[in-house]
């Protein structure tokens, strides 16, 4: 089989796999929904823009974009860690329906707040394993773990969980100034688990996604370290090779510092060689 081709779908953070012309070789690969985030007593399911209608939403619009078959999501679906509160529950069932209404094939690598969400899955949802999957020949996993053996040393990966995002001047419309952004480190070594098999010698790609919720948290990684708890993805995947920073439109924000081994000097934004 041919390498696939992987880019990110301009503007929206969701990756387009492709292993051939036409919409059953396309998949669609996002992370970090957490539908509920945000929610209260009167808005169960989330403020706008980011209810679970407006999440449904965004992805149709995302998929017919990319003329994709298959979503494939790459952990943390809902927003609350343990268990799925009732309030939330035929809000889930409702996102998934619209989904398979569209005619996609919807899978799903748990994440870290994905405890308990089986039991509000239709059949037709495939839920993997949270030590990832083997998709089209790129692994899969969210990030919050080690995935197996053949994933973590696949020549190409592609993780969420870390949130990455960059902050930047403050303006009237955008006063935090923070922005989501990708995440591509090229050229590092595979890493390996303690006791586990060495991986097979190469260099491996990290795609590091967006959250696609559009208010869940982001990591300014130009500014501080990632936070405990997301810090196991970059000590491990990303600090055998510099990393650049994307934003959504795809600004080239250079190499993000303090993502490559301390013996590197200097912090925040490196930009691009000429």
Request: aromatic share 4%.
């Amino acid at each position: 089989m041919e390498r696939p081709t992987i880019a990110p779908l301009p503007g929206v953070p969701a990756l387009v796999v492709a292993d051939a012309p036409g919409r059953s070789a396309t998949s669609l690969v996002i992370a970090d929904v957490h539908l509920g985030y945000g929610a209260t007593r009167d808005r169960p399911e989330g403020p706008p823009p980011a209810s679970i209608d407006d999440l449904a939403d965004r992805i149709r619009a995302a998929a017919r974009a990319a003329g994709a078959g298959t979503l494939l999501i790459a952990g943390d679906v809902k927003h609350p860690i343990v268990g799925t509160p009732a309030s939330l529950r035929p809000g889930i069932r409702r996102f998934f329906a619209t989904l398979l209404g569209e005619g996609l094939r919807v899978e799903i690598v748990p994440g870290n707040h994905d405890v308990g969400l089986g039991r509000c899955l239709p059949p037709e949802v495939t839920l993997h394993p949270p030590s990832g999957v083997l998709h089209r020949g790129v692994g899969i996993f969210h990030g919050h773990r080690w995935p197996s053996d053949p994933i973590a040393s696949a020549p190409r990966v592609v993780v969420g969980h870390l949130h990455p995002g960059v902050r930047l001047a403050p303006t009237a419309d955008d006063p935090t100034g923070k922005r989501r952004c990708w995440i591509r480190s090229d050229g590092g070594a595979p890493p390996v688990r303690h006791g586990s098999p060495r991986a097979a010698a190469g260099r491996q790609e990290v795609i590091v996604l967006p959250a696609f919720n559009p208010i869940a948290g982001v990591e300014s990684l130009n500014r501080e370290r990632p936070r405990r708890g997301r810090s196991f993805l970059v000590r491990r995947f990303l600090s055998s090779a510099p990393a650049r920073g994307f934003l959504l439109d795809g600004t080239d924000l250079g190499i993000l510092v303090g993502l490559i081994p301390k013996e590197t000097p200097g912090s925040g934004l490196v930009p691009p060689a000429p």
